[in-house]
């Protein structure tokens, strides 16, 4: 992933300005494609921890209904992150046998058979 | 024939005495000894065959008519009034007798001071019989009749008519055994003991051998005269002290106060009881199934809601047919697998007669149940049935669904599967813009 490489911290101030050159260096030199999945795994990972606080804090019934939940966020994220991971110009020396395009049908295809099975077993 | 026999008495009851005919057949062979004089007990006999039982007549020691060929009875009921024989033709022995009573044949059996084989067989039945020669004497109330000849107050019981005047009793008591079968029918007064002389000079002999035989003091109301015993197949045996209780003589000699005794009404009613037509009762059929269905379904769900319904009818001696009988109040029920897990009294229901019915939830427990209704009280007939149900799981699909305490899962789940599919969406919008772009770029190239 293009970004600075930070600097080993010092002092607490030098840890935040190193986070914060780290957001700015993300904001300005990452393509806005990467940006886009980007918020989109954010965003299953925010539903994936609320749902596991839910679980934990208040009741693990129905235990299935978690699992089906849970594994589908899990699920989700992994197969974003490999169709970042494919996607991305910077790795085009390793994934060169495989397209863009067909990146994203691998992932559309995963995500389609997650969804069946997820479904399922929700209960 | 049979048909206008009946057809013919039962208009002549109309008009005469009351038809009451017994439940499990009309058959009835007397063995009467040759010392009783069957004329002494007209009264008894008559009334008899005025309710529609066929009376046959015989010896003892006679071999015909024989109460049974190859094990099957030829009549419905036996009447034993052999107080003092000891020997009987080679069909009636105990052994016979209780085979009888495992066929659903009743017996009535008197007894006497006298050892006899039928006071052996008394002892099966758990009844005590005193020391031979020992008859029942009281010297209350104040009468002119000798010490043995007895009036006996007729204790209150479901099976006597109410109101029964005091009978003439002469014969010798019994101690009642503590089996749960037995029905006590008449009991000694409190003032009677049993003795081998009518004058007291023999009491102090009396004490000495009671205390050495063990059984304590033959006195007093804890002796009983006439009993019954009803088996677990429903057929009745009296024990009665005396055949002089059923004799015309008694019933009509007056009691010492002047009112007529009350041997004729106390023998029809022990006759009544012993013949199966007074507390007998049977369950027609039982019905189960689901509240809201009406059908018994081949297997229950646990957590069901299930519905036993019961119908009982008692057999109406009066114009012999069986008609329903609500008066049962403490009827049960038991959904049982090896323990009842349900123990719920079975009402009868309002408005419909005969009827007792009850809802209730199977257990939480899958299993093979059985419905048990058991119900014994003494006197009646004992009403018994089971029927067997298998109770399983819910199937994978009846479990309840779309539980509320789940809704964050759901919600999860949902907006994963919608995020996918704008993420999509956008993505391959973002792909067709970004190559309209390269295309229009080396197009102007």
């Known amino acids: 992933m293009a970004g600075a490489k930070a600097s080993p911290p010092t002092t607490p101030s030098s840890m935040s300005h190193t986070v914060s050159a780290l957001w700015k260096s993300y904001v300005q030199k990452t393509p806005e494609r990467l940006k886009f999945i980007d918020a989109f795994l954010t965003f299953i990972v925010l539903s994936g921890v609320f749902q596991f606080v839910y679980c934990v804090l208040v009741t693990n019934f129905p235990f299935n209904a978690f699992l089906a939940g849970f594994a589908s966020s899990v699920g989700q994220f992994v197969l974003t992150a490999s169709l970042r991971a494919q996607v991305n110009p910077e790795n085009r020396s390793e994934f060169k046998d495989v397209s863009p395009e067909r990146a994203f049908a691998d992932f559309a295809l995963g995500s389609i058979v997650l969804h069946f099975f997820v479904f399922n077993f929700l209960g | ?445």
């Open chain 2, 1 to 445: 024939m049979r048909f206008l026999k009946t057809a013919l008495v039962s208009c002549l009851a109309l008009l005469a005495s009351v038809l009451a005919k017994s439940s499990s057949g009309d058959k009835v062979l007397v063995l009467l000894d040759p010392s009783l004089d069957k004329a002494n007990y007209s009264i008894f006999f008559n009334g008899l065959e005025k309710r529609g039982y066929e009376l046959t007549f015989r010896a003892p020691k006679d071999a015909s008519p024989a109460i049974a060929a190859y094990d099957v009875p030829n009549y419905a009921h036996v009447i034993l009034f052999t107080p003092d024989t000891k020997s009987y033709a080679t069909d009636v022995t105990p052994q016979s007798l209780v085979g009888l009573l495992s066929e659903n044949t009743n017996l009535l059996i008197t007894l006497s001071p006298k050892q006899t084989p039928l006071s052996s067989l008394a002892t099966e039945f758990s009844l005590i019989p005193p020391p031979p020669g020992t008859p029942l004497l009281s010297h209350h109330p104040k009468r002119d009749e000798p010490a043995t000849l007895i009036p006996v107050e007729v204790t209150k019981s479901p099976i006597l008519t109410a109101g029964t005047s005091p009978v003439w009793f002469s014969g010798a008591p019994h101690a009642l055994g503590n089996s749960p079968y037995l029905v006590p029918i008449l009991r000694a007064p409190a003032t009677s003991f049993a003795a081998d002389s009518t004058d007291d000079s023999g009491a102090g002999a009396i004490v000495d051998a009671t205390e050495k035989s063990g059984e304590g003091l033959w006195a007093g109301s804890q002796l009983g005269l006439v009993t019954g015993f009803q088996t677990t197949k429903d057929s009745r045996v009296v024990f009665a002290g005396s055949v002089e209780l059923f004799s015309d003589e008694y019933a009509r000699k007056p009691l010492p106060d002047g009112i007529p005794s009350g041997n004729a009404q106390f023998a029809r009613d022990v006759a009544a009881w012993v013949f199966q037509e007074s507390m007998v009762l049977r369950i027609d059929r039982t019905e189960h199934h689901r509240v809201n269905e009406t059908d018994a379904p081949e297997m229950y769900t646990i957590n069901d809601q299930i519905v036993y319904t019961a119908y009982i009818s008692a057999y109406d001696a009066r114009s012999s047919s069986w008609k329903p009988y609500d008066g049962l109040t403490d009827l049960q029920l038991e959904f049982t697998m090896l323990d009842p897990h349900v123990r719920t009294t079975l009402p009868p229901v309002a408005g419909e007669p005969g009827k007792y019915e009850v809802q209730f939830r199977a257990p939480d427990r899958h299993g093979v149940f059985k419905f048990v209704v058991g119900w014994r009280r003494q006197g009646h007939t004992f009403l018994h049935t089971t029927t067997i149900v298998p109770v399983v799981p819910p199937r994978h699909d009846q479990y309840p669904r779309f539980l509320s305490a789940a809704w964050p899962y759901y919600a999860g789940a949902i907006s994963t599967s919608v995020g996918f599919f704008v993420f999509s969406a956008l993505w391959l919008a973002g792909d067709v813009k970004g190559e309209r772009k390269n295309l229009k770029a080396t197009k102007s190239e």
